[in-house]
């Protein structure tokens, strides 16, 4: 098996391929021309990036689920262990992360909200409404440590992705 492994990778390595994860190059566009540029001159902005929209997977959305059942009676641990199995199906899914900061929130545990609320944020690039939403949860976490000029600070970049 790792035979075969290597084999492909010779023969992507000998037929040219820089990079499995390189944007496809358009060839009627012009190539960049460095020296054209005047020193101290910004490049030109770059694309943005294209809108995504997260989504939990059928077993991580089982979970999900089944925690906020456990969560809804007040057994956090049970509801903390769900979320994170999930987290193990879906560790870049942020979705997760908030679901599992909300529980944290509610638990008592506001330090530990803020600081899955700012993984969703790393994690949630792209969608503007899971990124109002982790920032959302920094902003709660935050006001329950009453560092309320710091929620609001979160909050205003909340509604920057997505006025409520």
């Known amino acids: 098996m790792n035979a075969r492994i290597a084999i492909v990778l010779m023969m992507l390595t000998a037929a040219g391929c820089k990079s499995l994860f390189e ?57 903390t262990a769900t979320l994170e199995r999930a987290l193990r199906i879906e560790p870049d899914n942020p979705l997760v992360w908030i679901e599992l900061g909300r529980v944290q929130l509610s638990a008592g545990s506001p330090a530990q909200a803020d600081s899955m609320g700012r993984k969703a944020v790393g994690l949630a690039d792209g969608d503007p409404s899971t990124q109002a939403a982790a920032w959302r949860l920094v902003a709660d976490s935050l006001r329950a440590r009453n560092r309320n000029p710091e929620a609001a600070a979160a909050d205003a970049r909340a509604d920057a992705f997505a006025p409520r």
């Open 23 to 79: 944007p496809p190059v358009n060839p009627g566009a012009p190539a960049p021309n460095p020296a054209s540029e005047a020193p101290g001159t910004a490049a030109p902005p770059a694309r943005p990036a294209a809108t995504r929209h997260y989504q939990l997977g059928g077993a991580a959305s089982a979970l999900v689920a089944q925690a906020h059942s456990r969560a809804a009676a007040g057994d956090y641990v049970a509801a």
